[in-house]
């Protein structure tokens, strides 16, 4: 069945509120510690990089370029509400990981969900399709 609120993104007009620290760095994934969770705040896609279209991975200290070939699950991702609220909420992450191709290291993620902590800062944990 069609829903038209599919096509909402918020007052703001954002999927993602995230708000990036002011100088937070650009990082490559072959940067970041691999096997390591890193929490997705958001994504966005460079239209001026020098390989065309990119996805990048808001995170909460840095934008992380990824690669090409992620493009098609990170526009689903952009594209799908629950995916868009459980990103908002913290519960969406990726654990990059090296590769060898023909004798070159490239780098790809694992797509990974995200328990939320309880703490004295955060004392709720999102409940989703509620």
């Known amino acids: 069945m069609f829903s038209a609120t599919k096509f909402n993104r918020g007052g703001s007009g954002r999927k993602f509120p995230h708000t990036m ?3 937070a760095p650009f990082k490559k994934l072959g940067d970041l510690e691999m096997g ?12 001026k990089s020098k390989f065309g279209k990119e996805p990048v991975a808001l995170t909460d200290d840095a934008y992380i370029n990824l690669p090409k ?3 098609e699950a990170v526009e689903i991702m952009i594209d799908d509400v629950e995916a868009v609220d459980a990103i908002n909420a913290g519960c969406v992450g990726f654990k990059p990981y090296s590769y060898d191709n023909d004798g070159k290291t490239c780098y790809s993620v694992e797509w990974v969900d995200i328990v939320p902590t309880v703490s004295a ?3 709720e944990i999102p409940v989703f399709g509620s």
Request: proline share 14%; net charge positive.
């Open 36 to 47: 390591k969770p890193v929490i997705v705040r958001g994504f966005y896609f460079n239209k």
């Open 69 to 71: 070939h992620l493009s």
């Open 21 to 23: 620290p002011e100088g």
């Open 121 to 123: 800062e955060f004392p």
